[in-house]
């Protein structure tokens, strides 16, 4: 029988949740807050894995627990778990993987057909449609494998989460990326780490494949006539930092550079080039990125704070500063500023080895880092 704890009704009596938190907690007390809320106050030594279990017990009476500290107490409240009342429908996300499919396409034959060097010179007679799908298949396979990530993640936790949303977009590059929502809230530090690292990881291993196989298709070609094509302006050298780091530290071990010769890429390597960018961005340690994830689970919520100011302001001196804008007027326009992520419990430490990744998570970002190409 329903009982009514103010204004809301919850499904099971205020007894009943007490003697499902004091089962896996000491409860040294416990009320009804102004709102309605049920609080029960806990011993300080706290169990990871017993909050998680009773989380998963609570959330199957869809009822949601946050373990939260109020001064020098331990506090459990527990939520009624809001439910969608909309039917699952996937058709948005089919329509989103073809339209996105379809402009990466279309990037991919338009970069092919303006560069004359490729088209004319060094891959004349290929087909430019078959180079198209070529850049497609490469730069879907690094977007896809870092949703993929974020999605196992979630699996792995027992988290409930959408198909990724791609995103379409116009040349050069087609797409600017896919977000996978998630809809059920991470129980501790660990998983909201888990869910923010995977995705970038798994990124950043595609991105260096792609990349190692750009450099195997390459075109050695005499030093003279790149500087040929340079002054016509029919190539362009790149280098760091307008190209990531990655590139510079993989290529020796990979292609051996004869001397009077250089290495014209083709399409593939702008692809990793694109994966390299995507990365760099998603691990920035900004609100709720993937990077804000990692550094919310790592640095705890006003730490956090300050590691998004500082992300922003990377954002900013790279170069990317309309990027900048756009995270900023979407964080205050919510109304939470630079607050990231919240687990359910959020006084358990994070692992000692996810903090460990936690140092990988930063030289990914500097071997993906990519200033604007303006500056």
Known sequence: MGLNYSEIVYPYSFSELKAL???RFTVLDSYIDERGTPNF????KVNKENFKQMSKELMKLNLIPFLRKNGDRYVIKVFLKFLEKRRKNNILNVILLIATLGTIFL???????NTPVLKDILMKGENAFLQAGLFTLSLFAIIGLHESGHMIACKIHGLEFSLPYFIPGPPPF???GAIVSLKSPPTNRDELFDIGFAGPIAGFIATTIVAIL?????FLVPETDVSVWEKQKLVQSISWPRSPLLFEVLLPFIRQIPQGFRLVLTQIEFAAWVGALLTFLNILPIWQLDGGHVSRAIFGASKHKIASIIGLIILIFSGYWFFALFLLLWMFGGGR?????EPLDDISPLS???KILYFLSLVMLMLCFIAFPSL
């Open 352 to 354: 000692s080895s996810r």
């Open 174 to 176: 087609g797409t600017f």
């Open 214 to 218: 750009s450099f195997k298709l390459g």
């Open 21 to 23: 938190v004091s089962s």
């Open 41 to 44: 106050v806990i011993s300080p």
């Open 107 to 113: 990037a991919g034959y338009y970069s092919f057909i």
């Open 337 to 341: 500023g630079t607050a990231g992520a």
